[in-house]
């Protein structure tokens, strides 16, 4: 092994290149080190940078120092080749080279965000576990940075590239305010652009890039507006299982799958999952998600579920876009179109909420049915552990905020265990 200069008798600074011969293959395996020296501070025959006094000196010992872990890597990669008896070829010294030292000079050229994201997105990504759940990134996680990236770049490309030094509290408010005004974005969607940031800073961070750190601070805050979601009541469901849409069999498949949905609490990319009942149950391994476990659910038919199944037996597929257009008109004839409190996209611009009162059937969705098995069945006093059984919530707190539970409806629970408890105790 030995270093040579690509121009030796060039008068400018020139590339320095490693050099080994492989005797297997009967050629030399040939390697840019990346750094440059004038041939007159190169001596030929010990073949490294010569020793100088001064700026010259200091500038040489840096190369020395290069190509001293050049060296080395190499005399590593021999020899573990040879202990356990594989052939080394060019191809493997170019990859470990590649590897070791490519890398690193990637690492120390990047300072810009964006430029650090594609590299993740690009690079690493798929090596990452995460230590909350032992797992890789879901593919929902690696969506979001990448919408995260392009939200990112539409920024940079109205202002200027933001260094990861620059990640500062009035970079948060002045990406927020573009999201906002230029982009009308709605807050939850600015809330999940902030929120994959601040994830892909952490990521720099670990891996030892120098960030700002006050990306990393509460200040540097996820904004949020609750959505004011609904669901259907026990009597709701009633009046929907009680309407008869026999001359309109895709209304009827619908309020069959509604009913179900309501019953079940199965998510509709479930819904193809159900069937194989035995002895008045249903056994199913329902998809993971961020909040939900994925693990089997054991879920017991309900008799408005055994009766549609007996009179009609299993529903016919429905995609999850024409269940939610559907289910507006079927809630509307059902007579559940009174006005409620709630949210939903507005007409003039999809990325808004709309607050206010707005007819119920106009709020509903598939999400609905699931949302309205959790509530009815907490309301009725079931346990909430026997319900995240079925809904797959691994906590407690992301099953409360899921529910739609009223101050008043809780104060009612809790009259009802009283008056439960003291009756059982007069006893």
């Not at 906002?180 to 652009?193: I, R, S």
């Not at 507006?328 to 009162?357: F, T, W």
């Amino acid at each position: 092994m030995y270093f040579f200069l690509k121009e030796p008798n060039s008068n400018k600074d020139t590339i320095i290149y490693l050099i080994y011969y492989l005797k297997h293959e009967g050629k030399n395996f040939k390697y840019s080190t990346g750094q440059k020296i004038s041939p007159d501070d190169w001596d030929p025959v010990n073949r490294l940078p010569k020793t100088k006094r001064g700026a010259a000196g200091v500038k040489n010992k840096h190369i020395s120092s290069v190509l001293s872990n050049y060296s080395s890597l190499l005399d590593d990669t021999v020899q573990d080749f040879e202990r356990r008896n594989e052939v080394l070829t060019r191809a493997e010294l170019k990859s470990t080279f590649d590897f070791e030292f490519k890398k690193k000079a990637k690492d120390e050229e990047i300072i810009y965000f964006s430029d650090f994201i594609k590299d993740f997105n690009d690079n690493h990504i798929d090596q990452v576990i995460l230590k909350s759940t032992n797992r890789k990134l879901s593919e929902r996680t690696k969506k979001g940075y990448k919408t995260a990236l392009i939200g990112l770049q539409k920024f940079e490309k109205k202002y200027k590239k933001v260094l990861l030094k620059d990640l500062t509290l009035n970079f948060h408010s002045k990406f927020m305010n573009f999201l906002y005004d230029e982009e009308n974005l709605a807050t939850n969607t600015v809330g999940f652009y902030i929120k994959n940031l601040k994830s892909l800073a952490k990521h720099a961070d670990r891996m030892g890039l120098k960030i700002n750190d006050q990306i990393l601070s509460s200040d540097f805050f996820v904004p949020e507006e609750k959505s004011e979601s609904v669901y259907l009541t026990i009597d709701e469901i009633e009046k929907l299982f009680n309407k008869d849409f026999y001359d309109r069999p895709r209304y009827q498949n619908v309020r069959d799958w509604a009913i179900i949905g309501c019953w079940t609490g199965l998510r509709v990319s479930d819904w193809d999952k159900f069937g194989g009942i035995e002895n008045g149950y249903i056994k199913i391994m329902p998809k993971k998600t961020q909040y939900t476990s994925g693990k089997e659910v054991v879920i017991p038919i309900h008799w408005q579920i055994q009766k549609i199944l007996d009179k009609r037996g299993l529903p016919e597929k429905v995609s999850d876009v024409e269940f939610n257009r559907i289910f507006k008109d079927v809630c509307g004839a059902a007579d559940i179109d009174y006005e409620v409190y709630g949210s939903r996209r507005s007409k003039k611009s999809k990325n808004r909420l709309e607050k206010g009162m707005i007819a119920k059937n106009d709020l509903v969705s598939s999400h609905t049915c699931r949302r309205s098995f959790a509530t009815n069945n907490y309301l009725m006093g079931i346990d909430t552990l026997t319900i995240m059984q079925v809904t797959g919530h691994t906590t407690e707190k992301s099953f409360l905020r899921y529910i739609k539970v009223t101050p008043d409806q809780h104060a009612k629970r809790l009259k009802e265990k009283w008056d439960k408890y003291y009756s059982e105790a007069k006893k």
